[in-house]
């Protein structure tokens, strides 16, 4: 069964993002990033890979461990989601009792069959009744 309640850290839609050849050619691992940040807009997406070719190594290294840092916390927090979704899942089963389970549907099945007999009974005697009018 495939888990589709996972987020994923891939590229947010940037469709009006523009990415100069030579930004991508300098840059390619952090304009990844750039697109995949799910912290930023997409007029942010598009300042940053801007001001990228003007930045100092300091500027790019921080921006870069800002950005590593968020897909790690995304990654994270998606493995602690499935862990969570996984061990629900567990209790659930555990806590599931199929012969009650089963019990209860045979007696909403009586029950229903039961009040289907009074109902047509119920039918049955005012039809006699508007007949005798």
Do not use: H
């Not at 100092?56 to 979704?85: F, H, P, T, V, W």
């Amino acid at each position: 069964m495939a888990d589709n309640t996972q987020t994923t850290t891939a590229p947010v839609a940037t469709t009006n993002l523009v990415v100069p050849d030579e930004v991508t050619k300098q840059f390619p691992d952090l304009v990844e990033l750039i697109k995949a940040s799910r912290s930023m807009d997409e007029k942010e997406r598009q300042y940053w890979v801007d001001v990228l070719p003007i930045m100092s190594e300091d500027q790019i290294k921080n921006l870069r461990d800002i950005l590593d840092n968020e897909k790690k916390q995304i990654e994270e927090a998606n493995k602690s989601y499935a862990q969570g979704m996984k061990e629900n899942a567990k209790k659930a089963i555990s806590n599931f009792d199929e012969v009650a389970y089963k019990e209860k549907k045979r007696m909403r099945l009586e029950a229903e069959k039961v009040a289907e007999t009074e109902e047509t009974k119920s039918e049955e005697q005012l039809l006699q009744e508007l007949t005798k009018m």
